[in-house]
C-alpha cells in the first residue's frame, strides 16, 4: 500500500529516523520492522489517520538517539525533541505514550514530564503501540508475549519496565485483541463478499 504524504512529511519521518537511528544499528532495523506492521495495519485506523500511524511508527523511538538524550527515558525525550522541531501535538503525544509508556513512566517518576502530552486511546495508538510490540531486535517479528518476555529479560527484573509490567501487561494484551478484531474485521467481510458473488 503506498501513502500519499501528509502535512507533516512522511517522507521526512522516515529521513528523520534514518538520520538519528542510522542503519545498520540494531534500532534502525526494528524502527523500520514497526513503519513495515504499521503500513500493514493501515486499512484498521481511519483513512485520514493512515499518514499519521505509519510517521509515528517512524519516528517512536528517535528518543534513543544519544544525542537527544534529557530524562534517559526515550518515548519522553523523542516527543520532547519533535515538539523543539514543530511536529504537530497528536504525533509527538503518539510517540511520547507508544506501547504504554506512562505505565513505566510512574515508576520512573515522570509522570508529570509526561502529562505535557495527552494519551490517546483510539485505533491509531492501538495499532502504533501493536506494531511496536510485534517487532522485536534486529525487525524479527515476535508475539506480544514473546515482546514482553524480551523487554523484561533485556531489561531485568528490577528495571522500571519490570515494575510496571503488572499494570502495563493487560494494557498491552487489550491493545493487542482489539487490532486483531479490527484487522479481521476489515478483511473476512471482504472476502466473504468475494466467495459470495462467485
Partial sequence: MRLPACDFGLEHAEELARTLLPPPAERWFHTAGVAESALQLASTVPPEDRELLVA???????????????TGFHPLDGARYLDRMGWP????SLVAHHSGARFVAETRGLAAEMARYP???????DALTYADQTVGPHGRSFTVEQRMAEMLGRHG??????????????YLLGVAGRVRARHVTTFVPRQRRAQGAQ
Avoid: K, N
Fill in 56 to 70: 509515528a511508527a517512524w519516528l517512536h523511538d528517535v528518543g534513543y538517539a544519544g544525542e537527544l538524550h534529557d
Fill in 89 to 92: 501535538l497528536r504525533l509527538t
Fill in 157 to 170: 527484573p528490577s528495571s522500571p519496565q519490570a515494575r510496571a509490567h503488572r499494570a502495563r501487561a493487560p
Fill in 119 to 125: 494519551v490517546e486511546i483510539s485505533p491509531v495508538s
